[in-house]
């Protein structure tokens, strides 16, 4: 845009002089100096449009960082999963999970009258002295290279489904297919926090959690809510799915299908363990777009490692999907 700006100036003043040499040449010379004007003016923009100059920037080197990943619902052991984190241009192939993970910690969870030490069974740590507890505190202390990590997360009390309909996707090519819509009430206390899964029995070998997994009460707290939500993605089953996401039928993986039974897992989460996993979706869901602010996920783990020890409420709601459940 500048070149056009520095350019344009000079074209008026040549067409100036140009309209001038004319006039005082006459008709047998005009069509020479018309000529030779633009031709002046064409080798000049040529000049300028040539003019670069290449940058090269020296990117910083990358320090990785020890990434935690710790869970404990009610009524199970806990589990961790401890890795490095990677650079952003650093390759990826399929030894690059296993290259991360480190299994050589030593990992320890308290629940105030007794220390669990967990035990490697790769990728995760595996607790097995005692079970989460809703009322419960938490502490996780992590060892990596004489370096100390730590955390404390709390259970809560988890709040129940009232009912689950089944939505048909209007722009779906049958009826059959669709999300699922549920129905709950958030007690009247400020500043509680969810994590949505679903496992739909036959397809997923674990819970999967949609994009947008996790919500606060903010704007409806003490009231009835209602969210939809679609099936997830299992990253470990992704070779059952085309570019596309479609499967061998056709059907694209974030669809429930009518016929099919679906276990619902409604969470109940604290504040810490919510602003970890919102931050990271919104990340997620930013990535690649050169408008969205950047968000740096916000962890719990003390010490200077990224990620989260996260305890969970849970409610579980076994839906079959047939035409008495279909949203009105």
């Not at 009610?74 to 296993?98: A, E, H, M, W």
């Not at 408008?291 to 996260?310: H, Q, R």
Request: proline share 5%; with cysteine.
């Amino acid at each position: 845009m500048k070149r056009l700006i520095y350019i344009l100036p000079l074209y008026w003043f040549l067409t100036g002089l140009q309209m001038q040499t004319l006039l005082r040449a006459g008709y047998t010379r005009k069509k020479s100096t018309y000529i030779l004007a633009n031709l002046i003016f064409f080798g000049i923009i040529f000049l300028f449009a040539g003019c670069k100059k290449e940058i090269s920037v020296d990117l910083p080197s990358y320090k990785s960082k020890v990434v935690i990943e710790g869970y404990i619902e009610q009524n199970q052991n806990p589990y961790v999963l401890i890795t490095r984190s990677q650079g952003y241009f650093d390759p990826v192939d399929s030894n690059t999970f296993s290259q991360m993970q480190i299994t050589d910690a030593k990992v320890y969870v308290s629940n105030g009258t007794e220390t669990d030490t967990l035990v490697n069974m790769g990728p995760y740590y595996f607790g097995h002295k005692f079970v989460g507890e809703v009322g419960k505190t938490y502490n996780l202390t992590v060892w990596v290279d004489d370096k100390k990590y730590t955390a404390t997360t709390s259970i809560l009390q988890p709040v129940p489904i009232d009912s689950v309909r089944f939505y048909p996707d209007p722009d779906a090519s049958v009826d059959t297919l669709g999300f699922l819509w549920f129905y709950a009430h958030d007690p009247d206390t400020m500043g509680n926090a969810y994590r949505i899964y679903t496992k739909t029995l036959g397809k997923d070998a674990r819970f999967v959690h949609p994009n947008i997994s996790v919500m606060d009460d903010e704007l409806f707290n003490g009231q009835p809510v209602e969210f939809s939500i679609y099936r997830g993605r299992d990253v470990l089953q992704d070779d059952l799915y085309d570019d596309n996401g479609l499967d061998s039928l056709g059907v694209k993986r974030y669809y429930f299908v009518m016929g099919e039974t679906v276990i619902v897992k409604f969470t109940t989460i604290d504040h810490a363990n919510y602003v970890f996993w919102e931050t990271m979706e919104r990340q997620q869901q930013s990535d690649g777009n050169p408008f969205a602010n950047p968000v740096t996920p916000v962890s719990n783990i003390e010490g200077g490692a990224l990620g989260v020890w996260g305890g969970y409420g849970v409610y579980l709601d076994t839906v079959h999907i047939t035409p008495d459940i279909l949203k009105k």
